[in-house]
């Protein structure tokens, strides 16, 4: 069957980027990412693309200060252009429009470190921590306009310690991230791959 063509949207460190591009040399995987998107030209997760030899795309939030809709509108026009049928937001670092959203609905799945729905936004780990939570974790999720509201797909739960800070609760709930990652998007692109 072939692989849902997917694109990873980044703007950073990449390590989830990392744990697709791992999980995708399974012959058995469902999807297939081809193209690395980041909005910033400084994003280590590039050189992740590179040395898997992922064809990537730049689109500086400088260029576009004030126009997200030209920046994004710029965007979905290479993604169309290579044929993509999923989007993976993997620590992208900027909100996307309802019209992105829209062009893409129920095609674009964001990781989100916390059991949503609580803590959307920042610091998820610090407010987990504050609130003398006896569990944390991360969620994968559909995206809509709404930040972190789309529907879940799957989570996984860490337990918080009594000497936890948000450093080591925040590693903790990556290796998680790692494996839960890919799982959800093999499942989303095997429910598309059934449908197209
Ligand atoms: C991860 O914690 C992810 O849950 C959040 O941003 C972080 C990205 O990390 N959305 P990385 O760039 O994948 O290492």
Not at 126 to 155: F, M, N, P
Request: aromatic share 8%; charged share 20%.
């Amino acid at each position: 069957m072939p692989k849902a063509r997917t694109c990873v949207f980044i703007s950073g460190r990449g390590s989830n980027l990392n744990s697709l591009l791992q999980a995708q040399q399974d012959s058995q995987c469902a999807y297939e990412i081809v193209l690395v998107i980041s909005n910033n030209a400084e994003a280590a997760g590039l050189q992740i693309a590179q040395n898997y030899g992922i064809q990537s795309a730049i689109f500086p939030n400088s260029w576009y200060k004030g126009n997200k809709q030209s920046q994004e509108k710029a965007m979905h026009l290479l993604l169309s252009e290579m044929n993509i049928e999923l989007i993976a937001l993997a620590g992208y670092m900027r909100i996307l429009t309802p019209w992105f959203v829209d062009q893409w609905e129920n095609r674009i799945l964001n990781i989100h470190p916390s059991l949503l729905p609580l803590y959307p936004g920042l610091n998820t780990h610090k407010r987990a921590l504050e609130a003398g939570d006896s569990k944390h974790g991360c969620t994968v999720h559909y995206v809509t306009s709404e930040l972190d509201a789309g529907t879940i797909l799957l989570q996984a739960k860490v337990s918080i310690y009594s000497d936890d800070t948000p450093d080591k609760l925040a590693d903790r709930v990556l290796m998680e991230e790692h494996k839960l990652y890919p799982q959800a998007l093999n499942l989303v692109a095997l429910e598309w791959k059934a449908r197209t």
